[in-house]
C-alpha cells in the first residue's frame, strides 16, 4: 500500500525556517517523481515543488523561488522541504504528492502537514 | 502561466442529479489535464487524468471531457459521498496550476 507521511509542520514566526519531511513507503520511491502541494485556510489548492526522480531537476512556482528548497533522499525514501525567510502568506497545509509522470498528474497525496506562520 | 478557470464555483444539487463542472484553460493544453475531489480536513484525490481516464478505483458515474481549452467533468448520479470540492489541474506546462475549484453542496 502507497503510503505518505508529512511531518515537521508547525508555527514559526515571520523570516524564520521550517524543514517538511515526506516519508514514502509501499512503492519504488526512487522511480518517481514527487512534489509539494499546499493549501492555505479556506482556499485552493496551489502547487509548490516538483523533484526529478534522482533529484538533478528541481521546479519551484514563482512565489517561493529563492525560500524554498526541494530534496529527496532515496536512501531513506524521503522527501524534504526546506523553508527560508517565510512569510505569512505561506501558512497553509503542505502535501506531498507522488507524480505519476511527465504530464501526468498526482496519484497519491499525504495527509498534510500545517505551517503557520504568525509573531 | 496558464490560468485555469472553473464555473460554477459553487451548485447546490441532490441526490440522483447529473452534475457538470466546467474547467477552461487560458491556452490550449492539448489534454494534459486531471480532476481531483476533496473533502473538509483530507487530501485531494485523484479522479480522471488526461482530460477522460478514469483513476483505478474510482466509480464509473465519473466522466471526463474535453480538450484544447474546455473540459467538463460529469457525475451522472450523484451521491451522498460526492458532496465535495473539485478541482482542475493541467499538466501541459509549469506551473501546473489548479482551477479554483467547485464546491458541490446538497440542495
Known amino acids: 500500500e502507497v503510503q505518505l507521511v508529512e511531518s515537521g509542520g508547525g508555527l514559526v514566526q515571520p523570516g524564520g525556517s521550517l524543514r517538511l519531511s515526506c516519508a514514502a513507503s509501499g512503492f519504488t520511491f526512487s522511480s518517481y517523481w514527487m512534489s509539494w502541494v499546499r493549501q492555505a485556510p479556506g482556499k485552493g489548492l496551489e502547487w509548490v515543488a516538483n523533484i526529478k526522480e534522482d533529484g538533478r531537476e528541481k521546479y519551484y512556482v514563482d512565489s517561493v523561488k529563492g525560500r524554498f528548497t526541494v530534496s529527496r533522499d532515496n536512501a531513506k525514501n524521503s522527501l524534504y522541504l526546506q523553508m527560508d525567510s517565510l512569510r505569512a502568506e505561506d501558512t497553509a497545509v503542505y502535501y506531498c504528492?507522488?507524480?505519476?509522470?511527465?504530464?501526468?498528474?498526482?496519484?497519491?497525496w499525504g495527509q498534510g502537514s500545517l505551517v503557520t506562520v504568525s509573531s | 502561466d496558464i490560468q485555469l478557470t472553473q464555473s460554477p464555483s459553487f451548485l447546490s444539487a441532490s441526490v440522483g442529479d447529473r452534475v457538470t463542472i466546467a474547467c477552461r484553460a487560458s491556452q490550449d493544453i492539448d489534454s494534459y489535464l486531471a480532476w481531483y475531489q476533496q473533502k473538509p480536513g483530507k487530501a485531494p484525490k485523484l479522479l480522471i487524468y488526461?482530460?477522460?481516464t478514469l483513476q483505478s478505483g474510482v466509480p464509473s458515474r465519473f466522466s471526463g471531457s474535453g480538450s484544447g481549452t474546455e473540459f467538463t467533468l460529469t457525475i451522472s448520479s450523484l451521491q451522498p459521498e460526492d458532496f465535495a470540492t473539485y478541482y482542475c489541474q493541467q499538466l501541459h506546462s509549469y506551473p501546473p496550476g489548479f482551477g479554483g475549484g467547485t464546491k458541490v453542496e446538497i440542495k
Open positions: 488526461t482530460a477522460s
Open positions: 504528492a507522488r507524480k505519476v509522470g511527465l504530464g501526468l498528474p498526482f496519484d497519491y
